[in-house]
């Protein structure tokens, strides 16, 4: 079931705000994070609208772990990060998805607490374009 008020679940316009995107993927969609203070931040979020990973079979939760593991091989590819941090957040936002970090020893942070923002670093549509045809390639 789709929610009418949801991001994830429409796409378009208001997945537009924070997330541009990559690529269905086998258990839902990639999106770049559009805020890249950590250059090569990901989003991936899951097919159906649920709020928690309970909510999903064995079968769905080992199929989303996959695609999580594709994206952050990717990642590394493309990126060479020191570390991938995976995060789960959505109080509000009440669709399973994760955020896929890359950390960087000489980056934001790094052997510190995580900042969901820290720099706001927005870049330009071509440059998002470019880093999603790079992820494109690694997957």
């Known amino acids: 079931m789709k929610d009418g008020n949801c991001a994830y679940c429409m ?3 208001l997945a537009a705000k924070f ?3 990559i690529c269905k993927m086998d258990s839902g969609f990639l999106y770049v994070f559009k805020e890249q203070s950590h ?3 990901l989003i991936l979020a899951h097919d159906k609208h649920i ?10 939760r080992n199929l989303f772990f996959a695609d999580v593991a594709k994206a952050a091989r990717a990642i590394h590819k493309v990126f060479g990060p020191k570390k991938v941090n995976y995060g789960a957040y959505g109080d509000t936002g009440c669709h399973l ?3 896929l970090v890359p950390k960087y020893e000489d980056g934001p942070e790094w052997g510190g607490v995580f900042e969901m923002n ?3 670093i927005f870049l330009t549509d071509q440059e998002y374009e470019e880093i ?3 992820i494109r390639k690694a997957l």
């Open 11 to 13: 796409q378009g316009e």
């Open 118 to 120: 820290p720099g706001k």
């Open 97 to 99: 998805h994760f955020h």
């Open 39 to 41: 250059p090569g931040r």
């Open 19 to 21: 997330a541009y995107p």
């Open 51 to 60: 709020s928690e990973m309970i909510e999903l079979t064995d079968e769905e």
């Open 132 to 134: 999603a045809e790079k």
